[in-house]
């Protein structure tokens, strides 16, 4: 499967953004999905990750409330709606799928997603 992110861009603090990362291949509805971020200097760090069919998400807790998870198997697309921007989600996103042996079950750990996107950055300004 091949990933492809936009949305990305420059904003304010407080603003929202809503990332996308469009799928290629076969079977994308069988792949758990995630966002990952990597800001300067730092180790890329999971953001919020959906199971296959949606009824399972996760996120780090400094973004819970302000970002949502979502899918759309119809249209090989997974979305990442960004509220209440901070400066410190500034990074560089990363859109990742894998294919979990639990269907039900949302991966954190990064190595163990096989397919990754060039990422698209996030700027937000204070």
């Known amino acids: 499967v091949q990933l492809v992110e936009s949305g990305g861009g420059l904003v304010q603090a407080g603003a929202s953004l809503r990332l996308s990362c469009a799928a290629s291949g076969r079977a994308f509805s069988s792949y758990g999905m995630a966002w990952f971020r990597q800001a300067p200097g730092k180790e890329r760090e999971f953001v919020a990750g959906i199971n296959w069919d949606g009824g399972s998400t996760d996120y780090l807790d400094s973004v819970k409330g302000r970002f949502t998870i979502s899918r759309d198997n119809a249209k090989n697309t997974v979305y990442l709606q960004m509220n209440s921007l901070k400066p410190e989600d500034a990074a560089v996103y990363y859109c990742?799928?894998?294919?979990?042996?639990?269907?039900?079950?949302?991966?954190?750990?990064?190595?163990?997603?096989?397919?990754w996107g060039q990422g698209t950055q996030v700027t937000v300004s204070s």
């Open positions: 990742a799928a894998d294919l979990p042996a639990d269907a039900d079950y949302v991966e954190r750990t990064a190595y163990k997603y096989g397919y």
